[in-house]
Every structure is written in structure tokens, then in C-alpha cells.
């Protein structure tokens, strides 16, 4: 059925505001005290504030009142009040008066949930019972607070589950481990290094003096056309510099012997072994997350699976076929899909293959991206899930 215009009004009007709520929030996570809102974006905002959000979509077991806790997400939040919870800003984005920011909610901020008409928005309220804490419900007050973020608001996803793997989970554009520094001898000549052990190490270090560790480059296929869109290499922990190497003069004066730098093994996924490859660790980035739909239309398939496993779950990670050039970005919702089965229709005497219709069977979300491929975490799946699935923009 068509839609009405009064239906795209209103869509043109929350991408408006999810553009300015990202830019709000990483703005925040920048540092920035007045990000500057343009009358335009104001506008569109108090418009958006006045609507709220329809009825049909909020969830048919949506509480009237939710007090935040620690250990809270805004995506377990707003899987208590909506259906599809990545679209919260248009829920939390219309009370513009007491929530600044819908990305910055804190323990102990009780969420009213307020219906009026055809329509629905989010409220703050004070939790029933006075102030004070009772069980998770922290009191707000002037002191550190030791939630995930660095200003105590509650995350958007469960942070634990992805940030071992901002630094763990890398994709190299080409098959740079070939050349990089290499582990070419343990101390008294051991098999496996475990944390605290030394490593000898040989290869040109650009003066960097903490790396990560890797083993077995491998290159990841576009399921479809079976072209290499990068090389992943099982992560192994990380290795922290001691002294410099070189070549140092023979006992007879007469050559020069190879003498390979030292390292110490400081964190182990897995024992090191001679032959493992070393990368300099980047940056850490614990930027909290904004989870949204893609504004354009985007669809892929599952190259593999994170680890050794062939089959993922609830929980896991798993590498897309799409990457930054493809339009995704960190923070996408993706559904996943399931391929028909192609089976014959027994009740026709000349039994005809049929495809049976692709089936939705679950949610994910992307949180590291690079060119040409990126990394998602299932945030809810009915079916295992495998390499050559499908995904699209919710």
C-alpha cells in the first residue's frame, strides 16, 4: 500500500533527528561542552518532540516505569519499551526539555513511560519510595561513578562482549604479516611462550615497542564472488619491547653474528610460538556506540565465523562482506536472514523445484568496520548461524 505523505513527513523528520543525535553524542565522547545546534536542527527536533512515537510501535509488554541500573544498555532498555530498539532516539529524542542527550542515561534515572492519544513518549521520573539506594538502584550524587562510560552514563550495548575484540578482531587490506616482524626463538628453547616469558624477535620494528601478536594469516572470500576482500590472522596476545637487536661482532672479529630483539609476552589468548608475526597495537577506542539503521539500502552475506567455530550464536561475531565502502558504518543494525530451502512440490505430478521464502531470523550489530569487510556481533538469532547467510538494513 502507498504510503501517505503525513508517513514520509514524519520519516524525513526522525532521520533529520538521528543525524543530529550522533553528531551530538560524539561530540560528547569528544570532549565538547556546546555542540551548536542549528535553528534548523532545533526545528526539526521540536517537531519530532511533539509527535512521539506511535502506539503500534511500541512493544506489546512495554512497562509503564523502568529505573535504570548498573549493568543497564540502552538496547536492553529499549527492547522493554519498543520493537525494534535501535530506533530509541524516536522514543527518548522527545523529551528534549529533560533527556539533552537520549545516548546519556544514568543509574537511577526512573524512565516514565507517557502515552497521549495515538502516540507515546519517555519521561524522567522520581522512583517510587524516595531517594536512596535499594538493590542496583544507585543514587545520583556528586562522586565517581564506575559505569562503562567515562561520564557514568550506561552504554549502549554490553560493552564486555565486543571490546576484547576491538584490538583482537583485524583485517589486513593486503598480506602484510608475510613481511612483518617475526618470533624466531624463545628463551631455553621452549615450545610455547606463555605471559611473562621472553621471545626473540627479528624484522624491522619502525620504532614501535608494543605489539600484538598473530598467527596464520588467512584470506577472507566474498562469498559471492569469491574475491579476496582481506586477510585475518588468529590473535594471540600482545608482546611489550625489552632491548634492541642487531648484528655484533664474532669472538674471531672476523663476521658478524645476527642478534634478534628481546620481547616479554604480556597478555596470552593463546601460547606464542616461534614463526607467530607481530603488528603494533593501535589506539584503543571505547567510544560508546550508537546503534541506527543504515539510511540506504544495503544487503551482504556472512563470510565466516570469529574463531575456529563453523556455526555462530547469540553472543558471537561474525565477519560481514561489506565494509566502509560499501556504506557501513560502526553502529548499523542489520537483520540476518536465512535462505529459503529449495525443495519440489510433491503434490504436482511433475514435481517442480521450489525456493521457499527467505526467513528473518535474527539481528545484528555492526561495531568495527574496515574497507571492505566488517565485524558484527549477533545480537539475537533463532537459527545458528552460518557463513553465506544474508543481511539488510532492518
Not at 602484510?176 to 611473562?196: H, K, Y
Not at 624491522?204 to 559471492?224: A, E, I, Q, W
Not at 530451502?341 to 504436482?348: F, I, M
Request: glycine fraction near 8%; hydrophobic fraction near 40%.
Amino acid at each position: 500500500m502507498k504510503r501517505s505523505e503525513h508517513t514520509h513527513s514524519h520519516q524525513r523528520l526522525r532521520l533529520s533527528l538521528w543525524i543530529g543525535v550522533a553528531l551530538t553524542a560524539l561530540c560528547a565522547q569528544a570532549g565538547a561542552v556546546n555542540f551548536p545546534v542549528t535553528p534548523e536542527q532545533r526545528t526539526t527536533a521540536n517537531q519530532v518532540a511533539q509527535a512521539g512515537v506511535p502506539l503500534s510501535e511500541l512493544s506489546p509488554t512495554a512497562p509503564d516505569s523502568h529505573t535504570v541500573v548498573r549493568g543497564d544498555t540502552l538496547w536492553d532498555i529499549s527492547k522493554l519499551f519498543l520493537r525494534t530498539p535501535w530506533r530509541w532516539p524516536e522514543l527518548w529524542g522527545m523529551n528534549l526539555d529533560q533527556i539533552k542527550n537520549p545516548h546519556l542515561i544514568y543509574p537511577g534515572q526512573t524512565l516514565m513511560l507517557v502515552k497521549v492519544g495515538d502516540r507515546a513518549m519517555l519521561r524522567v521520573g522520581q522512583p517510587v519510595g524516595g531517594t536512596g539506594e535499594q538493590g542496583n538502584v544507585v543514587k545520583l550524587s556528586p562522586r565517581v561513578r564506575a559505569d562503562t562510560l567515562d561520564n557514568g552514563a550506561i552504554p549502549s550495548i554490553p560493552m564486555h562482549l565486543i571490546g576484547p575484540f576491538l584490538n583482537e578482531a583485524v583485517v589486513f587490506s593486503t598480506d602484510e604479516l608475510a613481511t612483518a616482524p617475526r618470533i624466531v626463538a624463545s628463551q631455553e628453547g621452549r615450545v610455547l611462550m606463555s605471559r611473562g616469558e621472553t621471545a626473540y624477535v627479528r624484522g624491522d620494528l619502525k620504532g614501535n615497542r608494543d605489539f600484538r601478536v598473530f598467527r596464520d594469516s588467512t584470506p577472507l572470500k566474498d562469498p559471492d564472488s569469491g574475491e579476496v576482500l582481506g586477510f585475518e590472522a588468529r590473535y594471540v596476545g600482545t608482546a611489550e619491547f625489552v632491548r634492541d637487536g642487531g648484528l655484533q661482532a664474532s669472538l674471531d672479529g672476523k663476521s658478524a653474528q645476527i642478534v634478534p630483539a628481546t620481547f616479554k609476552m604480556t597478555t596470552i589468548r593463546q601460547e606464542a610460538v616461534v614463526g607467530d608475526r607481530l603488528a603494533p597495537v593501535p589506539p584503543r577506542d571505547y567510544a560508546a556506540f550508537v546503534p541506527h539503521a543504515p539510511s540506504q539500502a544495503i544487503k551482504g552475506r556472512i563470510v565466516s565465523v570469529y574463531g575456529e567455530a563453523m556455526l555462530a550464536g547469540q553472543n558471537q561475531i561474525i565477519t560481514l562482506n561489506r565494509g566502509t565502502r560499501d556504506g557501513i558504518e560502526r553502529g548499523h543494525v542489520m537483520a540476518l536472514w536465512r535462505d529459503g530451502s529449495r525443495v519440489p512440490d510433491t503434490t504436482d505430478p511433475s514435481k517442480p523445484l521450489m525456493k521457499l521464502p527467505d526467513e528473518r531470523i535474527g539481528t545484528l550489530f555492526v561495531f568495527r568496520t574496515f574497507e571492505r569487510v566488517s565485524y558484527a556481533l549477533i545480537l539475537q538469532s533463532e537459527d545458528p548461524v552460518k557463513p553465506g547467510d544474508r543481511f539488510s538494513q532492518p
